[in-house]
């Protein structure tokens, strides 16, 4: 069963600031982040392993929440290179990564 | 440093047809995965490996074939093409099986069916 991302849609100006989240209706072991540009293929961001790590990548960061079977993903002071469709994947069983159905961020100047 | 590489990068092919997309990695990773894309519905998994000798199903796996002879290769055979199949084809490995582990893609396959 896929995770669900919300919102499906963001549009930002430089600067300001989004969150993106991602549940599951299982437990989930981990929880990975990734960007696609349009016509790319996915770039991992950072993968959460356990319930209340949070991590950091530049100005984009992540939580994991084990209890509530949920991640956030935060990007702060949006530049226009965070632009692309972020997608999270969870693993329930230790050999799937499932994917969500994705939130596509656009960023203008 | 290659990574991940798919063939072809796109194909158009005729219902009924078959074909196979190559995938290999010079990575020496164990796990091995294919995924497909189509709009709105995100990135869903068809095939996975995680060794040689071994696969198993995926979310979605009707219509397709794998086998994994080899660390390096994990073909993915389309037996008989379907208009339904037309989407954009990711083949991905890790180090490792999940948990934890990260995956890295290749470049995708955008097949065409009609």
């Known amino acids: 069963q896929q995770p669900v991302q919300s919102p499906q849609a963001v549009i930002l100006r430089e600067g300001e600031d989004a969150v993106i989240n991602c549940s599951s209706s299982?437990?989930?072991?981990?929880v990975h982040w990734y960007r696609q540009k349009h016509g790319e293929a996915p770039v991992f961001l950072m993968i959460?392993?356990?319930?209340?790590e949070q991590k950091g990548h530049e100005k984009i960061s992540a939580s994991f929440n084990e209890k509530k079977q949920q991640s956030s993903l935060y990007l702060t002071a949006s530049q226009l290179s965070y632009s692309g469709t972020y997608f999270c994947g969870t693993e329930k069983d230790t050999d799937k990564l499932i994917f969500g159905t994705g939130t596509r961020l656009q960023v203008f100047p | 440093n290659a990574g991940v590489t798919q063939t072809p990068k796109f194909q158009v092919l005729k219902t009924g047809q078959s074909m196979t997309l190559q995938c290999a990695q010079d990575m020496n990773h164990e796990y091995m995965s294919w995924y497909r894309q189509d709009p709105g519905m995100g990135l869903r998994l068809i095939h996975y490996?995680?060794?040689?000798?071994?696969?198993d199903q995926g979310e979605v796996p009707n219509g397709y074939n794998v086998s994994r002879s080899t660390t390096e290769d994990f073909p993915l055979r389309l037996l008989s093409a379907a208009p339904s199949q037309t989407s954009v084809y990711f083949c991905?490995?890790?180090?490792?099986?999940?948990?934890?582990?990260?995956?890295?893609f290749g470049e995708g396959s955008w097949l065409t069916v009609v």
């Open positions: 959460l392993l356990k319930g209340g």
């Open positions: 991905a490995s890790s180090y490792y099986r999940t948990p934890g582990n990260t995956i890295y």
């Open positions: 299982k437990a989930l072991y981990s």
């Open positions: 490996s995680v060794g040689a000798g071994i696969t």
